[in-house]
């Protein structure tokens, strides 16, 4: 299973501006382009998997309100021009202040070229395990700070941090990023429910 790839990079390099355009004259398309250049069609999600999210995404918001001027959190429609390759756009993420501060008003509008510093990929049931992982690598190659892959078919979360082996935890109730986002822990409990 997985998400279904489009390979036109043999036939077509598309430049930055040119994939935005692409993505943009196909507003009902949920597109990302690995860094490799191939166009991978994103399945929507069901139910199970946009309740879990927005479980997720309510916390780091939440916790981005009572920590005001650390930084800036983007949902899952929000796609990042990765600046070692590849267009992504995590289920949750978030960039230091600093950071987004440094963009220019037109990078903000467009696909921020950057990657963010902290990551929250939900597997669905329509992802493939293997390319999540490769896409975890992709924001690892390109700054990735921290980066949580939570499966909820097999209970586990993967924390992928730059030169560490990838941890595995199994069914955690909660999971804490305080080397990233001071005071941010994730409960987890409807997660695994």
Do not use: H
């Amino acid at each position: 299973m997985g998400n279904p790839i489009l390979d036109l990079s043999p036939l077509l390099n598309l430049t930055d501006e040119q994939y935005y355009q692409l993505c943009q004259n196909n507003p009902n398309l949920k597109i990302e382009r690995d860094k490799q250049g191939k166009i991978i069609i994103m399945s929507p999600t069901g139910g199970e998997t946009g309740r879990r999210n927005i479980d997720i995404l309510g916390q780091l918001w939440l916790w981005g309100k009572q920590n005001p001027g650390l930084g800036v959190a983007f949902d899952s429609s929000t796609e990042f021009s990765l600046p070692q390759g590849g267009d992504r756009s995590p289920d949750a993420a978030w960039v230091k202040l600093e950071r987004w501060q440094s963009l220019t008003d037109e990078q903000k509008k467009k696909f921020p070229p950057i990657c963010p510093d902290f990551v929250i990929e939900l597997r669905s049931e329509s992802d493939s395990l293997k390319e999540l992982r490769v896409k975890m690598q992709e924001y690892l190659d390109s700054g990735l700070r921290l980066g949580w892959l939570i499966d909820p078919q097999n209970k586990t979360i993967e924390l992928y941090k730059p030169q560490t082996e990838v941890e595995i935890l199994q069914s955690p109730s909660s999971l804490d990023a305080a080397d990233i986002l001071p005071g941010f822990v994730l409960d987890l409990d409807q997660i695994w429910t």
